[in-house]
């Protein structure tokens, strides 16, 4: 599949899907600090927006999204950027593709747009840390988690398990922040990236509970 990974400047979600086989490209405002930059295209996503891709993954910037920051939510409101955010986020959302999925942490996209399909945590997919990560889906099916740590996080005090909420204010706080884990982009590539998966998905679950011989 040729695979759009918008707003990724680190390419560790591009990187999954092309060791998966799939032809993925990073692109971003900022050039890539990742180690494949033949792989990354460095401006405005929007225009790509019009080519063919078999699937669009988004990371829309959250700086005048997130609940994080209602406290600053009237006055981005009043000087147009809380609406620049909103509207960035919807040329993904109503893109013509068939599979998207835009994330995106707790933020105000949930009324304005709609509720996530999903909400995942880094403790799902092998990560000792808790973080709200909303999800938005078309023709992609839940991301199925694959190494749930919940406990033995647990365990950690509490600004080692919200690392990423207590992170000291910096020039890299955001960008840090809004870096991919690898966990779960290894299981966007091996769920989303199979195409017998993709295609089992698309059937409706009662008919596959008949073919598996669990309803008759």
Same mark, same amino acid.
């Given at each position: 599949m040729k695979i759009l990974v918008a707003c990724e400047e680190s390419q560790i979600v591009t990187i999954a899907f092309r060791e998966s086989g799939h032809e993925a490209y990073s692109c971003d405002i900022l050039p890539t600090s990742g180690d494949n930059p033949q #792989?990354? =295209?460095q401006g405005d996503v929007i225009p790509l927006l019009s080519e063919k891709w078999d699937m669009i993954i988004a990371f829309p910037p959250c700086t005048h999204l997130a609940v994080s920051g209602a406290a600053w939510f009237e006055e981005k409101r009043k000087d147009?950027?809380?609406q620049q955010g909103i509207d960035f986020f919807m040329q993904f959302a109503n893109a013509n593709c068939e599979r998207i999925a835009i994330e995106n942490p707790?933020? =105000?996209m949930s009324t304005v747009y709609r509720k996530p399909d999903q909400i995942i945590h880094p403790y799902q997919f092998g990560h000792m840390e808790r973080k709200s990560t909303c999800? #938005?889906? %078309?023709?992609?099916s839940f991301l199925v988690e694959t190494n749930n740590v919940f406990d033995e996080m647990m365990i950690l005090? %509490?600004?080692v398990r919200e690392r990423l909420h207590y992170l000291p204010p910096g020039k890299d706080r955001a960008k840090l922040r809004s870096k991919t884990f690898s966990g779960i982009a290894r299981a966007m590539a091996m769920q989303w990236g199979d195409s017998s998966y993709l295609e089992m998905m698309s059937i409706p679950f009662e008919e596959r509970m008949r073919q598996k011989g669990v309803i008759v």
């Open positions: #792989w990354h =295209i147009g950027r809380q707790v933020g =105000i999800l #938005w889906l %078309k023709g992609l005090p %509490k600004n």
